[in-house]
């Protein structure tokens, strides 16, 4: 994230499997390194331009829809997910709130599978994804998982993925 353009024109969402007692501090610290605004959803927040949203610990994050806007909210975890914030919920969930064609979804490292159905659903209603490559991912489960299943659009290390989102940002 912190080769993210301070101009990116998109919102982020960021599902990151953590407890809740890190997510604030791992928000505060990723804005101090980026050119983007990063802030921990802790509730119902419009999406905006050019920030990162990261899910709360503890809870998953969904995009909705909300007087006729996008917004992103904190909602209590679904026990049918295994780990949380869910990727699974959270790609489904933008899936339910915006056409398909206008979504990207990368998926980094991580041990298991949680997002590789979603994604690999995004991509044929005609989402963009993004995996890591393994080259660059410390545990490859679900980034691999991905590549799997025939998800991922585009395979990268780590350094080059924001080179990508620049460029489909221009």
Same mark, same amino acid.
Not at 108 to 115: A, I, K, S
Not at 122 to 133: F, V
């Given at each position: ?18 407890? =809740?007692?890190?997510? &604030? +501090? ?8 980026? @050119? ?5 959803? $802790? #509730? ?47 790609? =489904?969930?933008?899936? &339910? +709130? ?8 990368? @998926? ?5 599978? $949680? #997002? ?55």
């Amino acid at each position: 994230m912190p080769k993210l353009r301070e101009d990116f024109p998109w919102p982020i969402i960021v599902a990151q499997h953590m407890p =809740r007692a890190f997510t &604030a +501090s791992f928000a505060a610290r990723l804005n101090d390194l980026c @050119q983007v605004n990063v802030v921990e959803v $802790d #509730g119902r927040l419009p999406l905006r331009r050019g920030c990162v949203f990261i899910g709360r610990g503890g809870a998953d994050v969904v995009i909705e829809k909300s007087l006729g806007r996008l917004v992103v909210n904190c909602v209590d975890e679904d026990r049918e997910h295994l780990w949380h914030p869910s990727v699974e919920r959270l790609v =489904r969930s933008a899936m &339910a +709130s915006m056409e398909p064609s206008k979504l990207v979804a990368v @998926q980094l490292t991580g041990m298991g599978n $949680d #997002g590789a159905v979603a994604m690999t659903e995004l991509r044929a209603a005609g989402g963009r994804t993004i995996a890591e490559h393994e080259s660059s991912a410390i545990v490859n489960g679900m980034p691999g998982e991905l590549v799997r299943l025939g998800g991922a659009e585009r395979v990268l290390p780590s350094d080059a993925i924001a080179d990508q989102l620049n460029a489909w940002t221009r």
